[in-house]
């Protein structure tokens, strides 16, 4: 058998897989078992952020890997408390949890927002809510979080706790904020698997002023918006908030697992010893590569990502068989008249990787793609989306 049946016969068959195997790549390119290049219009899904074995990272992971590849959490850390202490200097937060993924680290703030409310407000608060069309994760609380009934339908009864409101709707949320005992409101600033949706800022400063009145913790699920994904180091900086949690993961370890609960002032003491933990949580592998991706996202490389994200805008806004382009930074979906799947397909057998979102193609490539492979993807796509 060869990969791909090998595939089909050992691995669960959760992924719908593009019929094509990776082995290798540099920066924006990678290359297939038939030695195939592409320009990587994904990142393995916003995690590569400066793309394919990129050498400072591959030199920081290389080096802590020959020192010590993981210890545990009862015992200190260099890399973990580095990374930590970057990420808040660099947010003003103020602690921060390490686990493995976007979920986990979901995970790790309802945890902390519910043991708030309880501490302050007594066991009626426990509600979360989140937006409907959001994407939190895939554990079974994660995926109450989520607001898309077609993720849980095979999986009740879900976590209890959650209600759902619309993206961009101020009435509605007062109504839903008013019927319900909160804990948190939850919510990603670009709804990224719900088809690269930018809250606007009327919504989220309503958000914000209810969350002040009310004493209601904000979490801002960055995992896929975060580390200099929106041309902000995270997305709610758009927005001129002050979140009480940040999550994040995908592109924070620059290809390694990892994800991270970022706490400001009310939260930072919430979770005491023995409320939660995470085995591999902090391994200083995931933190040398997260060290050396976060503190390379300065503002003049973030003036850059957003340079291109206008450039990709302004060339395919008014293309042939585009609808729309939404999103912000490097984090774009491009509505076609063409079925996605279709442009996908038609990009792949051009040598470009864009994926999907909802009905949208999407495009997430490495921070640092270069002029020249931007400009071969942009000319692919510009080709595939034509109708006719
Ligand atoms: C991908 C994603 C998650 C889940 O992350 P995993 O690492 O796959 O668990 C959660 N929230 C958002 C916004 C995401 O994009």
């Known amino acids: 058998m060869n990969v791909k049946e090998k595939d089909q016969y050992y691995i669960a068959n959760t992924y719908a897989r593009f019929p094509i195997e990776i082995v290798s790549g540099k920066g924006s390119t990678v290359v297939d078992s038939d030695g195939k290049e592409y320009i990587d219009m994904g990142s393995g899904i916003a995690v590569n952020i400066f793309g394919m074995c990129d050498e400072e990272w591959t030199a920081a992971v290389a080096k802590q890997l020959t020192v010590c590849q993981h210890t545990s959490n009862l015992y200190y850390s260099a890399p973990c408390v580095k990374l930590a202490e970057l990420l ?3 947010t003003g937060m103020k602690k921060v949890f390490f686990g493995n993924s976007g979920a986990e680290a979901n995970e790790g703030a309802i945890k902390t927002a519910r043991k708030y409310a309880f501490e302050k407000k007594g066991k009626d608060y ?8 959001s994407f939190h994760g895939r554990t079974i609380t994660t995926l109450a979080a989520t607001g898309q009934d077609v993720f849980h339908n095979d999986f009740l009864p879900l976590t209890e706790g959650f209600v759902y409101t619309e993206a961009n709707d101020v009435e509605m949320l007062r109504n839903v904020v008013s019927e319900n005992k909160l804990a948190a409101i939850m919510f990603e600033t670009v709804q ?12 989220v400063n309503a958000i914000k002023d209810i969350c002040e009145k009310e004493d209601i913790l904000m979490i801002v699920d960055e995992v896929q918006t975060g580390n200099g994904r929106t041309g902000k180091l995270f997305g709610y900086m758009h927005y001129g908030i002050t979140p009480d949690i940040v999550t994040t993961a995908k592109g924070l370890g620059g290809g390694l697992p990892i994800g991270a609960v970022i706490m400001g002032e009310k939260t930072k003491d919430v979770l005491t010893s023995g409320t939660h933990g995470s085995t591999f949580g902090g391994n200083p592998v995931s933190c040398a590569g997260a060290v050396n991706i976060i503190s390379r996202l300065t503002f003049g490389f973030l003036e850059e990502v957003n340079r291109k994200s206008k450039h990709i805008i302004d060339e395919l806004k008014n293309a042939d068989g585009v609808k729309s382009v939404t999103g912000l930074g490097l984090m774009l979906g491009i509505e076609t008249e063409k079925d996605a799947s279709e442009v996908i397909k038609i990009c792949q057998e051009n040598g470009v990787l864009p994926i999907k979102a909802k009905n949208k193609v999407r495009l997430l490539p490495p921070l640092n793609i270069t002029e020249a492979e931007l400009a071969k993807a942009i000319s692919v796509i510009k080709k595939a989306v034509k109708v006719g």
Do not use: A, D, R, S
């Not at 426990?126 to 069309?133: E, P, R, S």
């Not at 990224?192 to 919504?203: H, I, K, R």
């Open 192 to 203: 990224g698997e719900g088809g690269v949706v930018p809250l606007t800022q009327e919504f």
């Open 126 to 133: 426990y509600k979360i809510l989140t937006l409907n069309n």
């Open 88 to 90: 808040c200097e660099k």
